[in-house]
């Protein structure tokens, strides 16, 4: 099996700001705590599928809106 390599950014914060929702309003939305969407913001903890889904349903855009991914060269 592969050993997973990359990067997942995502763009929480700046959605955050653009529907004028804040943290707490966010973790809510998705079902978790404030400190969840805080370590996510700051890269820290890796969402799973159907939180990354929550997520993007609570700033009503498609999943890759909010998330990104990207492999470390050596996996290209």
Known sequence: MKKQN?????RIAVLRAEH??????????????RQTI???ENSRYTPSLILAFEIANAFK?????????APFEEDI
């Open 38 to 40: 805080i370590s996510i």
């Open 6 to 10: 990359g990067k997942l950014s995502n």
């Open 20 to 33: 004028k929702m804040t943290q707490k309003d966010l973790a809510e939305k998705a079902g978790v705590s």
């Open 61 to 69: 855009v498609e999943i890759n809106e909010v998330f990104g991914y």
